[in-house]
């Protein structure tokens, strides 16, 4: 991914809660009995309010620091000099995207980076759910290591910044399935499993979101990122990986689309191209498509 230098960037739209100087013992919580590859799986990719899972006793585990920020990310090139702030970039261009595309009100999401598990408007959440989107608070969870890690090791695809914006822009789809109603509408639906059910359309109509958001901002004038092939690859690659299909063969060797949330390793990458070949208006489609 190439990043433009001189984009004058927002970081207030992303909240920084890893490191932050230790924690001092750290407050402890109690999060849920079940275990990590489990809540992985039902979780992944890229779910919404995976704390609801999380009911229950269990293990504890210390909080990440709340809020500090990210005030060095000013610019494109600071993207260089830290890392972080390319989550600044993501978040930029998805609230820059979506706003425009509001004419009645728009309310830009945050990005909260964490380590290790941080409190949410939807509970506690581990790391090892996996990015998510939180409609209570209008936020979206991620922890920069854990994202890394999970596309690349665990799940085996390819990663890198296009992977990771392609993340940011499928929990992005869900702010908007927020806005418009869309979420709640599924979630009240309240079949939440299988190949055809809401849900998993929910999913995909997110992944078109994201496809329709990247090709947009990577294609203005003076764009803020700009994707080459290897970047493309990789966002194909992302959707592949997140397939439920893939996960299921990996996680367990065998298929089963009864259990499926997601949507399969090949829906997902269609739709995310049908979003980036045809833009946002085909992303309602999900819904009326069979199968
Ligand atoms: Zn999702």
Request: glycine letters at 16%; charged letters at 15%.
């Amino acid at each position: 991914m190439q990043y433009n230098e001189g984009t004058r960037l927002d970081p207030s739209q992303v909240e920084y809660r890893t490191g932050g100087g230790g924690g001092g013992g750290g407050r402890r919580v109690a999060v849920g009995g079940v275990s990590g590859i489990i809540v992985l799986v039902l979780a992944l990719l890229f779910g919404i309010n995976p704390a609801e899972l999380m009911g229950g006793g269990g293990a504890t585990g210390s909080v990440s620091e709340p809020g500090t920020d990210l005030t060095q990310c000013q610019t494109g090139a600071d993207v260089e000099k830290d890392r972080n702030c390319r989550f600044v970039v993501y978040t930029n261009t998805a609230n820059q995207y979506w706003s425009g595309l509001f004419t009645n009100g728009y309310k830009p999401a945050t990005t909260v980076l964490f380590s290790g598990q941080t409190v949410s408007g939807c509970g506690t959440a581990t790391t090892d759910v996996g990015p998510f989107y939180c409609p209570n608070d209008g936020k979206l969870y991620l922890d920069p290591a854990f994202t890394k890690d999970m596309l690349q090791g665990q799940l085996g695809g390819l990663g890198g910044d296009a992977a990771e914006a392609y993340v940011v822009g499928h929990e992005f789809g869900h702010h908007i399935q927020n806005l418009t109603g869309r979420l709640a509408q599924v979630q009240q639906a309240g079949q939440t499993t299988g190949a055809n059910s809401p849900q998993v359309k929910l999913e995909l109509q997110a992944d078109c979101y994201a496809g329709a958001y990247l090709a947009n901002v990577t294609s203005q004038p003076n764009a803020a990122m700009v994707l080459n092939q290897d970047d493309l690859n990789r966002m194909v690659d992302a959707a592949k990986v997140v397939g439920d299909d893939y996960i299921q063969q990996r996680t367990q060797g065998g298929v089963n689309s009864d259990a499926w949330t997601h949507g399969s390793s090949a829906e997902r990458k269609h739709w995310l191209a049908q979003g980036f070949n045809n833009g946002v208006q085909v992303c309602e489609q999900v819904f009326s498509a069979a199968g």
